[in-house]
T-cell receptor, first 117, second 112 residues
Framework: ETGVTQTPRHLVMGMTNKKSLKCEQH?????MYWYKQSAKKPLELMFVYSLEERVENNSVPSRFSPECPNSSHLFLHLHTLQPEDSALYLC????????????????FGQGTRLTVV | DQQVKQNSPSLSVQEGRISILNCDYT??????FLWYKKYPAEGPTFLIS?????DKNEDGRFTVFLNKSAKHLSLHIVPSQPGDSAVYFCAASGGGYQKVTFGTGTKLQVIP
C-alpha cells in the first residue's frame, strides 16, 4: 500500500462510452501525474498537475481529459476511446514536481487496467 | 526517440547470485536516475536513486552504478532472492521541472 489509490482496478468500455478513472492520495503531496503503460513500451507521461494546476499536457489526444479538483484527487475522463488506448493507466504523486528524494520520492498507485472493445 | 533504454527485456538469475540490470540514456541533461520495481497487479515502487554527482549508491543488497561518460547505469542485486522477481524500470530526470522519463523495463526472474 503506497498511499495512492486508484479506482477502478479494471475497466472494460466500448468505444462510444464515457468513463472516468479516479486517483486519490492523502500523503500531502502537491504534484500528481497520469502515466500510460502499454505492452513493451516505456511508461508514458500523460499529464502533470502541481498545486492543482496542469503543468504538462504531453500531446495527449483530447479523448483523454484530466481533472484535478483538489490536491488529493485526480481524475482522467475518457470518451470515444480507441482499442489502441487499452493499457495500464498509472497515477503517481510526489511532494513537489519531479521524483527526487530531496523533494520527496514519487509514489504510484496500483493502476487501472483499461480494455477498450 | 527513446531517451532511456533498457535493452534486455528479461533476465534469469539463480538465487544467491548477482543480478545486473542495465540502462542506457541519451539525454545529457539528465542528472538524476532512479530504479523502480514493479510486481504484477501493483504499481511501480521506488527502489534506489543516484544523482549525477555520484558514481555509486548502495542500499542493502541494491547498488546503482553510474557511468556518465558512457551514459550508462546499472543496478546490482546481491545476493538475488526469489522475492526480487519483478519488472525493473530505469528512469531519468533533469532539466526543466525535472520531467521523468522511463525505460521499457527488464523482467527479472530469480530461480530458487
Amino acid at each position: 500500500e503506497t498511499g495512492v489509490t486508484q479506482t477502478p482496478r479494471h475497466l472494460v468500455m466500448g468505444m462510444t462510452n464515457k468513463k472516468s478513472l479516479k486517483c486519490e492520495q492523502h500523503l500531502g503531496h502537491n504534484a500528481m501525474y497520469w502515466y500510460k503503460q502499454s505492452a513493451k513500451k516505456p511508461l508514458e507521461l500523460m499529464f502533470v498537475y502541481s498545486l492543482e494546476e496542469r503543468v504538462e499536457n504531453n500531446s495527449v489526444p483530447s479523448r483523454f481529459s484530466p481533472e484535478c479538483p483538489n490536491s488529493s484527487h485526480l481524475f482522467l475522463h475518457l470518451h470515444t476511446l480507441q482499442p489502441e488506448d487499452s493499457a495500464l493507466y498509472l497515477c503517481a504523486s510526489s511532494q513537489m514536481l519531479g521524483f527526487r528524494l530531496s523533494q520527496g520520492e514519487a509514489f504510484f498507485g496500483q493502476g487501472t487496467r483499461l480494455t477498450v472493445v | 526517440d527513446q531517451q532511456v533504454k533498457q535493452n534486455s527485456p528479461s533476465l534469469s538469475v539463480q538465487e544467491g547470485r548477482i543480478s545486473i540490470l542495465n540502462c542506457d540514456y541519451t539525454n545529457s541533461m539528465f542528472d538524476y536516475f532512479l530504479w523502480y520495481k514493479k510486481y504484477p497487479a501493483e504499481g511501480p515502487t521506488f527502489l534506489i536513486s543516484i544523482s549525477s554527482i555520484k558514481d555509486k549508491n548502495e542500499d542493502g543488497r541494491f547498488t546503482v552504478f553510474l557511468n556518465k561518460s558512457a551514459k550508462h547505469l546499472s543496478l546490482h542485486i546481491v545476493p538475488s532472492q526469489p522475492g526480487d522477481s519483478a519488472v525493473y524500470f530505469c528512469a531519468a530526470s533533469g532539466g526543466g521541472y525535472q520531467k521523468v522519463t522511463f525505460g521499457t523495463g527488464t523482467k527479472l526472474q530469480v530461480i530458487p
